[in-house]
């Protein structure tokens, strides 16, 4: 299922949102800069690769610094392609805008960041030997997508439901289209952990520990009612 578009239309221009977007191009546009060969050398690198932390003996081999921490952050930023990074881009645009509008833009940025690193950690602790670099904003656009469900949970997301060629478009209540997509995360995740190690390409608990973390900060970072009353009528 593909989010289209919501029905709450944003006050403020999401600035925020805006450099965000800009920042994952930007590093994409690095990543393709980089040679062929050299590619995964620069994903060990920059990517979180859980084993990294986890055994040092391996990370010594593959010449990486397990004192390091910056792929916490850094693989936030980073996507395995075209389309990773567009239908990344895309759900962050659909949900982060109201969300930065409620929070106010410093507060949105530091809520991103702190999500990304939760999600981080959360792959690290379920995937702790996993030798695969994992990438991409998913997790951190979860943390958006749990803000979006306290914030908005009655708001009507326009959603693309494909069956086979056949494109279907309903209008699905936010908390309907957001709490069946953490479902989704939630059984995919258990069902990796049955796994080999090392096996899978999607960052499932990521995901889930983004949302975790967004649920715990979301209420502390809502702006007053009164103060959001000021911003809309252009007082601020």
Same mark, same amino acid.
């Given at each position: 299922?593909?989010?289209?578009?919501?029905?709450?239309?944003?006050?403020? @221009?999401?600035?925020?949102?805006?450099?965000?977007?800009? =920042?994952?191009?930007?590093?994409?546009?690095?990543?393709?800069?980089? !040679?062929?060969?050299?590619?995964?050398?620069?994903?060990?690198?920059?990517?979180?690769?859980? $084993?990294?932390? @986890?055994?040092?003996?391996?990370?010594?081999? /593959?010449?990486?610094?397990?004192?390091?921490?910056? *792929?916490? %952050?850094?693989?936030?930023?980073? /996507?395995?392609?075209?389309? #990773?990074?567009?239908?990344?881009?895309?759900?962050?645009? +659909?949900?982060? *805008?109201?969300?930065?509008?409620?929070?106010? /833009?410093?507060?949105?940025?530091?809520?991103?960041? &702190? $999500?990304?690193?939760?999600?981080?950690?959360? /792959?690290?602790?379920?995937?702790?030997?996993?030798?695969? !670099? $994992?990438?991409? =904003?998913?997790?951190?656009?979860?943390?958006?997508?749990?803000?979006?469900?306290?914030?908005? *949970?009655?708001?009507?997301?326009?959603?693309?439901? !494909?069956?086979? +060629?056949?494109?279907?478009?309903?209008?699905? !209540?936010?908390?309907?289209?957001?709490?069946?997509?953490? &479902? +989704?995360? &939630?059984? @995919?995740? @258990?069902?990796?952990?049955?796994?080999?190690?090392?096996?899978?390409?999607?960052?499932?608990?990521? #995901?889930?520990?983004?949302? =975790? $973390?967004?649920? %715990?900060?979301?209420?502390?970072?809502?702006?007053?009612?009164?103060?959001?009353?000021?911003?809309?009528?252009?007082?601020?």
């Amino acid at each position: 299922m593909l989010p289209l578009a919501d029905n709450i239309p944003n006050r403020e @221009s999401p600035r925020v949102l805006w450099v965000l977007i800009l =920042a994952n191009i930007l590093a994409f546009g690095l990543q393709l800069s980089v !040679p062929g060969p050299a590619a995964e050398a620069f994903f060990q690198e920059f990517g979180l690769v859980p $084993a990294r932390y @986890s055994n040092p003996a391996w990370a010594s081999l /593959h010449d990486l610094n397990p004192s390091d921490y910056s *792929p916490f %952050l850094l693989n936030a930023f980073l /996507h395995g392609g075209w389309f #990773h990074l567009l239908f990344n881009m895309w759900t962050l645009w +659909i949900f982060g *805008p109201n969300v930065e509008d409620d929070m106010g /833009h410093g507060r949105f940025l530091v809520f991103y960041v &702190v $999500a990304a690193l939760a999600a981080s950690y959360a /792959h690290y602790f379920f995937n702790a030997y996993s030798t695969m !670099p $994992a990438v991409g =904003a998913s997790g951190a656009i979860a943390g958006v997508m749990a803000a979006y469900l306290i914030y908005f *949970p009655r708001a009507r997301i326009l959603t693309l439901f !494909p069956v086979f +060629i056949i494109p279907f478009f309903f209008n699905v !209540p936010a908390y309907v289209f957001i709490l069946a997509w953490f &479902v +989704i995360q &939630v059984f @995919s995740g @258990s069902l990796a952990l049955l796994q080999p190690i090392g096996e899978g390409g999607v960052a499932w608990w990521a #995901h889930i520990g983004g949302f =975790a $973390a967004g649920l %715990l900060m979301a209420p502390f970072l809502r702006k007053a009612p009164a103060l959001r009353m000021r911003l809309q009528e252009g007082g601020w």
